[in-house]
């Protein structure tokens, strides 16, 4: 099992951030690539630097998360903000891209539906072109409907990045999603969530409604060997967060 991080989680700068998630004793980085020092506009310089700190703090540069939102800007110009960045993943040699595309309308016959597939078949084209995969997140859509619409796209560029925290929100069964999902998910996290009266609050991996155990197995099952990303938005304690996550899903593996 490989675990990564989201820089993200950690509210460090970006050099201590990565420094901190080796002391963790983790492997991988995702990192939010949308707004900040980090965006498909860092200089060449700049991309070089990253690298190479990466690397001597002994950590690859897992997945870069674009969240641009086609709703606000239109489908255009998410096209162009996405193939910039599948650029920027290539020379972070990040295998993967992450990204939301809104609620897919259902009629086959929808302009926008075709629209985005158009743009999405072509973004899967150019990402699979250079060795990289577009991982679109779970959003409002139904698990049988993305899937349908992914296999229609017909290109191993276009996957998808899977969040069992989200599959409990919409009260669908995480592990069976996986089982649903079976060989196009190509980004997974391990975050968790639990139920309270008010809703729902994060959690730390294990201590939640998702059952990791299961959950894990079925993406094994299911021939996944990317990354496994602990998340955390919450602020306080997120440090002992992240390593008691890390110390759990590593239990797995030998229970």
Excluded: W
């Excluded at 949308?34 to 190479?52: F, N, P, V």
């Excluded at 929808?110 to 699979?128: D, F, T, V, W, Y």
């Amino acid at each position: 099992m490989k675990l990564g991080v989201t820089l993200a989680s950690l509210h460090l700068d970006i050099r201590d951030a990565i420094a901190r998630a080796s002391t963790l004793g983790l492997k991988g980085l995702e990192i939010e690539a949308t707004r900040g020092e980090i965006t498909y506009e860092l200089s060449h310089t700049g991309r070089r630097d990253l690298l190479h700190h990466s690397k001597s703090c002994g950590m690859e540069i897992a997945a870069l998360s674009g969240y641009f939102g086609p709703e606000e800007e239109g489908l255009e110009q998410l096209f162009e903000k996405i193939k910039k960045l599948i650029g920027l993943a290539v020379d972070l040699r990040a295998p993967v891209v992450t990204t939301l595309i809104g609620k897919i309308p259902v009629d086959a016959r929808n302009r926008e539906r075709n629209r985005l597939q158009e743009i999405l078949h072509e973004l899967g084209m150019r990402a699979e072109n250079v060795e990289r995969v577009l991982a679109i997140h779970i959003g409002e859509t139904g698990l049988e409907e993305l899937k349908k619409f992914i296999l229609e796209l017909n290109t191993p560029g276009i996957r998808i990045a899977y969040d069992p925290s989200v599959m409990v929100t919409r009260g669908l069964d995480p592990v069976k999603g996986v089982k649903e999902l079976r060989g196009l998910i190509a980004h997974a996290y391990a975050r968790d969530i639990s139920r309270g009266i008010r809703g729902f609050s994060e959690a730390v991996p294990g201590e939640g409604a998702v059952p990791f155990r299961e959950y894990i197995l079925a993406l094994c099952e299911t021939g996944y060997a990317g990354y496994h990303i602990i998340k955390r938005e919450a602020r306080e304690g997120r440090i002992e967060d992240i390593s008691r996550a890390k110390e759990f899903l590593e239990r797995l593996l030998i229970i």
